[in-house]
C-alpha cells in the first residue's frame, strides 16, 4: 500500500524555525520527484516546493526561496521541507505529494503548521 | 507567473445532474492543465491530467476538456460523494499554481 506520512507541524512563534518531515512506503521513492504543497485555513493550495527524484535539483517559487528548502534521504524514504524564519501567513496545512509529471498523484494527510505569538 | 481562474465559485446542483466546471488560464498552458478534487479534511486527489486523461481509478463519470487556456471539468450524473471543492492546476511552468477552487454542493 503506498503511503505518505506527514510530520513535525507545531505552533511556533514567528521567526522560529521548523523541520517537517514526510515518510514514504509502498512505491520506489528514489525514482519520483516529490513536492510540498499547502493550505492555509480555509483557503486554497499553493504549491511550496519540488525536488527530484535524485535530490540534486530543487524548486521554489520565488515568494518562498531563500527561506524553506526542500530535501531527501532516500536511504530513509524520507522527505523533508526545513522551513526558517516563520510568518504567521506560513500557517497552513502542509502536504506532501508523488509527482506525477509536474501534477501530485498521491498525497499524505498533512501536517499542521500554526505560526502565532 | 500563470494565474488559474475557476468559475463559478460555488453550483448548487442535484443528484444525478451535470455539473460543468470551468478553468481559465492567464496565458496558454497547452494541455498542461489538472483537476483535483477535496473533501473536507481530507487530502486532495487527482483526477485529470493532461487535461483529459483520468487518473487510477477515477470513475468514467469524470471527464475534462480544452486546451490553451480554457478548460472544463464535467461530472456526468453527480453521486453524494462528489460533492466537494474543485482544483484545477497548470504545470506548464514554475511556479505551479493552483485556481481558487469551485465548491459543488447540493
Known amino acids: 500500500e503506498v503511503q505518505l506520512v506527514e510530520s513535525g507541524g507545531d505552533l511556533v512563534q514567528p521567526g522560529e524555525s521548523l523541520r517537517l518531515s514526510c515518510a514514504v512506503s509502498g512505491f520506489n521513492f528514489k525514482s519520483y520527484a516529490m513536492s510540498w504543497v499547502r493550505q492555509a485555513p480555509g483557503k486554497g493550495l499553493e504549491w511550496v516546493s519540488s525536488i527530484t527524484g535524485s535530490g540534486d535539483t530543487t524548486y521554489y517559487p520565488d515568494s518562498l526561496k531563500g527561506r524553506f528548502t526542500i530535501s531527501r534521504d532516500n536511504s530513509k524514504n524520507t522527505l523533508y521541507l526545513q522551513m526558517n524564519s516563520l510568518r504567521a501567513e506560513d500557517t497552513a496545512v502542509y502536504y506532501c505529494?508523488?509527482?506525477?509529471?509536474?501534477?501530485?498523484?498521491?498525497w499524505g494527510q498533512g501536517t499542521l503548521v500554526t505560526v502565532s505569538s | 507567473e500563470i494565474v488559474m481562474t475557476q468559475s463559478p465559485a460555488t453550483l448548487s446542483v442535484s443528484p444525478g445532474e451535470r455539473a460543468t466546471l470551468s478553468c481559465r488560464a492567464s496565458q496558454s498552458v497547452i494541455s498542461n492543465l489538472a483537476w483535483y478534487q477535496q473533501k473536507p479534511g481530507q487530502a486532495p486527489r487527482l483526477l485529470i491530467y493532461g487535461a483529459s486523461t483520468r487518473a487510477t481509478g477515477i470513475p468514467d463519470r469524470f471527464s475534462g476538456s480544452g486546451s490553451g487556456t480554457e478548460f472544463t471539468l464535467t461530472i456526468s450524473s453527480l453521486q453524494s460523494e462528489d460533492f466537494a471543492v474543485y482544483y484545477c492546476?497548470?504545470?506548464?511552468?514554475?511556479?505551479?499554481?493552483f485556481g481558487g477552487g469551485t465548491k459543488v454542493e447540493i
Open positions: 492546476q497548470q504545470y506548464k511552468d514554475r511556479p505551479l499554481t
Open positions: 505529494a508523488k509527482n506525477l509529471i509536474r501534477t501530485f498523484d498521491i
